[in-house]
């Protein structure tokens, strides 16, 4: 190591660099508890040991335990949940939609900074944050801390951070493999070094891969150390509209509003007489594996028109399938003899669409190229158009793509930006198994914050009734309610409690259910909120 610093002190004085020796400490690493020290000079000062150095934001220590790491997460985190309690309380203040923004936007992000370096803590020191994000989750909804951490994440839909940090490493991983020139690209098709019998980056990725068998059949396409942005040649750049005039938001307007509106645009924009019309499509299996490209193209002379269908790949996504179906589309235009001099391709990929009028997508060169060339003797235009609203020739090319996902799927390559799709794509699958009873459209997220308090305890049964606060915590003589005829459960207080018959029949005047009361519509849930409320009983 002095000899390393040695060539680093050279450097300096050979670019007349100045380093600071006092901000300058060393670390050694080491699983023996006895302590080690070095003497390194530099620039002929004495460096000083720092056994928790901070590299990045990310606090090391010396036998990589992540201990000081995870509690000065911790304790970040929990300054910004102070803030939170301050917006919102059982009674008053932003309903649930309000916190569980400030917490994803503001306090997660803490919580996860350096995960992929750090996230080999042991699972008891990784548990400090996910037990912040608990500590959240009851401030949202305003849960007694008895409520099971699965109804908690249930209703406001909350992925456990163990999978978080999980996506992440995978991530990190699918990146290094397809970095060419990277350390870790080689570690990584290494054998794991089980013999001290600590977790380490790769041994968790490993695991986590054989979990998703289909990522260890992929096959890494390399990330280019330099790659121009698309760019457009002296043959000229394609017109890309967006939009169309009349058509609005998405879910603004009925299929029959978007199809007139689209077909007479096309009438009077790109008459059949003088236009090559080329409808093009893309579909995945989930939207990440077996991608199919479909190009429906009609001809202005006569009634000539193709139909091409073909493969884009195992683990394609929607977006490099619509890519391959415009690039397959204009080579085949270019070299067609049917074709007119004004080509118009029509697509409902807005994304890629966007992604090709910024330049900002890399990985568009190859479309980007294809267009150019077939600019040099056509005049081009990519139009976006609604989709499913039973426009002929985007429902052919629907069709077409949907027949590419059958075919034989040979190409197994991934670029980084497919494998981070498909992580994601899995992850999100596993939060949706994970809470299988959320539902995002839920009256409850309808309603004030203290209807929210009363409705969530009373389905989740953990409030301030006798039942509960009996069987949980042995509060109380019994669990039995004040009218002495049952336990004093959620279900006892909404339907059979003598003490309440009065105001039960005002609220409800027919028979209801205790799904419908907690479950129901909007309306349901405030009559529920409004009975809870008149009874004077403590949720």
């Known amino acids: 190591m002095q000899e390393a610093l040695k060539v680093l002190e050279d450097w300096t004085k050979k670019w007349l660099v100045n380093i600071n020796t006092r901000k300058t400490t060393y670390t050694i690493f080491s699983l ?8 390194l000079k530099l620039c002929e000062q004495t460096l000083q040991a720092d056994n928790t150095p901070t590299y990045l934001g990310v606090t090391f220590d010396r036998r990589l335990t992540w201990k000081q790491q995870t509690e000065k997460v911790e304790a970040r985190a929990k300054l910004r949940l102070a803030l939170m309690k301050k917006l919102t309380g059982t009674t008053w203040g932003a309903d649930a939609a309000i916190p569980k923004k400030m917490y994803v936007g503001s306090v997660r992000p803490v919580l996860e900074y350096g995960v992929t370096a750090w996230g080999t803590a042991a699972k008891s020191k990784f548990d400090r944050v996910s037990k912040v994000q608990n500590q959240a989750a009851r401030i949202i909804t305003g849960a ?19 999978d978080r940090r999980d996506t992440k490493l995978l991530t990190q991983a699918a ?9 870790m690209k080689d570690r990584l098709c290494q054998p794991t070094k089980g013999r001290l019998k600590r977790g380490s980056f790769i041994y968790q990725t490993r695991v986590l891969e054989r979990r998703h068998q289909d990522i260890l059949d992929q096959q ?3 990330i280019p150390q330099y790659l121009e942005n698309p760019s457009w040649g002296d043959e000229g750049k394609p017109q890309i509209r967006c939009s169309i005039p009349g058509v609005g938001k998405k879910d603004s307007q009925s299929c029959a509003e978007l199809k007139s509106l689209t077909i007479e645009h096309i009438h009077n924009s790109y008459p059949q007489r003088q236009w090559t019309h080329v409808y093009t499509d893309g579909s995945a299996d989930q939207a990440v594996r077996s991608g199919g490209a479909g190009i429906y193209i ?5 009634r000539e028109e193709e139909h091409i269908s073909l493969a884009t790949g195992l683990y394609s996504n929607n977006f490099k399938a619509q890519a391959v179906a415009l690039q397959t589309g204009a080579a085949h235009i270019e070299h067609s003899p049917l074709s007119s001099n004004n080509v118009v ?3 409902d990929a807005k994304s890629v669409l966007q992604a ?18 077939l600019c040099r003797a056509h005049t081009v235009v990519l139009q976006w158009v609604p989709s499913h609203c039973n426009i002929l020739g985007n429902e052919a090319a629907d069709t077409l793509a949907k027949e590419g996902t059958t075919k034989d799927q040979n190409d197994r390559s991934t670029t980084f930006k497919e494998a981070k799709t498909i992580i994601k794509a899995k992850q999100h699958k596993k939060c949706l198994q994970h809470h299988p009873h959320y539902n995002k459209n839920d009256a409850f997220h309808l309603l004030t914050r203290s209807e929210q308090v009363l409705i969530f305890r009373l389905r989740t049964g953990h409030n301030r009734m006798n039942h509960h606060l009996f069987t949980k915590f042995r509060i109380g003589q019994s669990d039995q309610c004040p009218c002495q005829t049952g336990s004093m459960t959620t279900e006892h207080l909404l339907q059979t409690c003598p003490l309440h018959d009065g105001l039960r029949s005002q609220i409800w005047a027919e028979a209801t259910t205790v799904q419908g009361k907690l479950n129901g519509s909007l309306d349901d849930l405030q009559r529920t909120a409004t009975f809870a409320r008149g009874t004077g009983v403590s949720i």
Do not use: V, W
């Open 220 to 222: 890494p396409k390399d």
């Open 144 to 162: 007694m801390r008895s409520t099971p951490i699965q109804e908690l994440e249930n209703i406001i839909a909350l992925e456990p951070m163990e």
């Open 175 to 183: 990146k290094f493999k397809r970095l060419p020139t990277h350390p």
């Open 345 to 347: 391709f029509f697509s």
């Open 32 to 39: 023996s508890p006895k302590e080690l020290k070095a003497n």
């Open 298 to 302: 009609k001809y202005p002379r006569g």
């Open 356 to 373: 090709l009028d910024t330049a900002r997508d890399k990985e568009l060169n190859d479309l980007s190229s294809a267009l150019t060339s």
